[in-house]
């Protein structure tokens, strides 16, 4: 399958997941502030990987909504059958993406450095206004 063909499909199961999360009624999911980041759909359309992403919560509830997806993958498998024209309904599996945690990190850290930096720029400023 060409890549670029792949990609569409990519895109097209990852606003189809994230168009049927808003109607499942499982209290794990619905309650919960989900994204679908990304979809990875493999090269004979048998298996994806939905990955995604959750605002506010620990890692229990990360758990724990996971577990509920795994438990609506078959209603968001049939949906995707019904939205989509693929040969192969793809097998849904879910990984919980941390990217933005990790960007949030790295701005924290950003954030820290440049108050350090802020911090010692004035002590050099007045030792090079007495020389």
């Known amino acids: 399958m060409s890549k670029y063909r792949r990609t569409r499909i990519n895109d097209e199961v990852t606003r189809v997941v994230a168009e049927a999360l808003r109607t499942v009624k499982d209290p794990r999911v619905a309650n919960a502030m989900i994204t679908i980041t ?3 759909v493999s090269g004979d359309l048998k298996f994806a990987k939905i990955y995604f992403s959750v605002f506010g919560t620990e890692e229990g509830n990360v758990k724990e ?3 509920g997806l795994y438990s609506a993958a078959g209603y968001l498998r ?3 059958a019904r ?3 693929l040969r192969i309904t793809p097998e849904l599996s879910f990984e919980h993406d941390k ?3 990790h960007g949030a990190d790295i701005m924290r850290l950003l954030r820290k450095i440049e108050t350090e930096s802020d911090a010692q720029e004035p002590s050099a400023e007045t030792e ?3 020389e």
């Open 38 to 40: 990304k979809a990875d």
């Open 128 to 130: 090079g206004g007495d």
């Open 83 to 85: 939205e989509l024209n």
């Open 99 to 101: 990217g933005m945690e």
């Open 78 to 80: 049939s949906y995707i």
């Open 65 to 67: 909504i996971k577990t």
